[in-house]
């Protein structure tokens, strides 16, 4: 189906309303997961409602949970987002750092213990909105690591994001956001989903072996996802582990706190966010970033490439299309969302009403 995103976010923040999330923040979740949809990145979409809605049930999200300052030391401040939904807690930590940065230039920030944070692009593009640059390491825990290290058979890691972001003077910041795994898991579930083949080189079966089959991440015998780029994809995904887990959070992958906990998706972040007017010549810096923009863009295409661009500019792409077209969801992911909505205690009607 396709649905058009205002309808779309007003049943999702409804439907959150109904596990007794406050309205502002059922809005800003519907809305950050709808974005995420928006910008072609249904892995990290309304796709993830029921999990969230299962989390909600099992007491592994709190609804009512905010950030909560745990140490303040100028341009050191750690955050706890005590299994708060990421939209709401990552928001407010980003927004801490934002006003710190202010008047110290350099801010590093850790928000630990948020529920999913979501598209980790979300908040490097509220810190290149406000003209700072800004780098997130986040791990991934809560539930069985997913990603193999490099070289190895069985899970150790998950998919850890990376993230950064470099304001433009004319334009949308320019935003590397990414998963250190071969593919996001979500995607792998989208191809679940749609019983489709996820494309080679991104999965390996129980015995180590290459397959593009994605029934191997969520029926036994497990496999494993592999790091994107094998060794240097290994260690960015270690380092957003011990940075974002070990430093800002409370716990990396080692730990056998998910197995205590049972499943739930719990992520840690540790952020930088940089004035570049403190690094001298704002101006000059502006201006490499524009004359770089314009000598990539530059570029005659590869075969088979219609234009070089500069990471963000896909999101841009395929946020314009999909809000005027609708955005697309699989019957399956669609059929598992009503559910959600079935046990929030929303009639069919209810739902028409919502998204019509
Ligand atoms: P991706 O591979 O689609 O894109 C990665 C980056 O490459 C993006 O910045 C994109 O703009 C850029 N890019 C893509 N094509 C490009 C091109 N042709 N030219 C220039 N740049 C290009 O993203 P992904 O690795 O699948 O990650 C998807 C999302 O998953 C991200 O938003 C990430 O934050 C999120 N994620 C979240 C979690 C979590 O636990 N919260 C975990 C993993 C991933």
Known sequence: MLIHHQPLTRFIGELFVRFDAAPEDAALVASHLVAAN????????????????????????????????????????????QMGFGQVVGRQAVDFALERVA?????????????????IGSYGERCGEAG??????????????????????????????????????DGPPIVLDMATSAIAQGKVRVAYNQGVPVGEGALIDHEGAP????AVMFEEPKGALGPFGKHKGYGLGLMCELLGGGLAGEWTA???SHEEQGFSIINH????????????????????????????????PAVGTERVMVPGEPEIAAMETRRAEGIPIDDNTWAAILKSAEVAGMTD?????LIS
């Open 38 to 81: 928006l910008k072609g990145h249904d892995s990290h979409g309304v796709g993830m409602v029921p999990a969230y809605v299962g989390n909600i049930r099992r007491g592994k999200l709190n609804v009512a949970a905010q950030a909560k300052v745990v140490h303040d030391k100028g341009a050191v401040l750690l955050a706890d987002g």
């Open 349 to 353: 009607s209810e739902v028409d009403d």
């Open 254 to 256: 080692a730990q056998a």
């Open 269 to 300: 972040m540790l952020m930088l966010v940089l004035d570049p007017d403190l690094f001298g010549g704002a101006d000059g810096f502006r201006r490499e970033v524009a004359d770089m923009v314009d000598y990539l863009q530059s570029t005659n």
């Open 103 to 119: 008047s110290t230039g350099i801010v590093c920030t850790g928000v630990r213990n948020c529920h999913h944070l979501g598209r």
């Open 132 to 169: 700072y640059v800004s780098i997130h390491f986040v791990n991934v825990v809560g539930h069985d690591p997913l990603v193999s290290p490099f070289g190895g058979r069985e899970p150790r890691i998950s998919t850890n994001p990376f993230c950064c972001v470099v304001p433009q003077e």
């Open 211 to 214: 397959t593009t089959d994605p």
